[in-house]
């Protein structure tokens, strides 16, 4: 079993539509959780932490839940300038190096 | 965050011959990783760059494969020796410390062995 896994995707959604993606890990140990954002040709770049709390930037929620390992990410009212990878990825404690998801791709069509 | 920089940003190069890619972080910071993505896949962990100190590898990559050296907080490289067509990724140094468990990514080197 992969240590951290997501929908396999792709995604195609037309714009304003609100699209899920869903990430499980492996590794009960984990203690931080994020999405990334990776556009075609370029580096994976934060989009948000994911709290245990849950977490809302604009049009993106994210959530976690410790007991099922599992975590989500919102995007309500979909922008074309959405369409990208999304990888989840987790860490464990203290200086360890996080360990990616496959990513999910988007496609916001107009 | 800090600024990242990875030289060279592309390369092709020949089966057999090695290539040393440079990362450069314009602050200190505690920890800096290699990750390779190849076509079509996720990040995968190559290994910790350890200032002063060998690297640690993760499982499947080794020394003589891909020596890495950091001589000080700021500076990293990679080779790629002996390359092979199955070498050919983008590799991208990463790094993290401070405040906050936040990885950020330089802007990746893209290779291409034939």
Do not use: H
């Amino acid at each position: 079993r992969k240590e951290v896994e997501q929908d396999p995707g792709p995604f195609n959604v037309p714009e304003g539509a609100t699209v899920a993606f869903n990430c499980t890990y492996s590794n009960s140990a984990s203690q931080s959780f994020f999405w990334y954002r990776q556009d075609c040709r370029k580096e994976p770049k934060l989009l948000m932490s994911v709290y245990s709390s849950g977490n809302e930037d604009g049009r993106f929620t994210a959530q976690l839940n410790r007991a099922s390992q599992y975590i989500s990410l919102l995007i309500r009212d979909s922008k074309l300038s959405d369409s990208a990878t999304y990888l989840c990825a987790v860490k464990g404690s203290g200086n360890t190096p996080l360990v990616f998801g496959k990513g999910t791709r988007l496609s916001v069509i107009a | 965050s800090a600024v990242i920089s990875q030289k060279p940003s592309r390369d092709i190069c020949q089966r057999g011959t090695s290539l040393t890619i440079q990362c450069q972080v314009d602050s200190q910071v505690t920890m800096m990783f290699w990750y390779r993505q190849q076509p079509g896949q996720s990040l995968t962990l190559i290994a910790t760059a350890n200032q002063g100190s060998e690297a640690t590898y993760e499982s499947g990559f080794v020394i003589d494969k891909f020596p890495i050296s950091r001589p000080n907080l700021t500076f990293s490289t990679l080779t790629v020796s002996n390359m092979s067509p199955e070498d050919s990724s983008i590799y991208l140094c990463s790094l993290a410390g401070g405040f906050s468990d936040t990885q950020y990514f330089g802007p990746g080197t893209r290779l291409t062995v034939l």
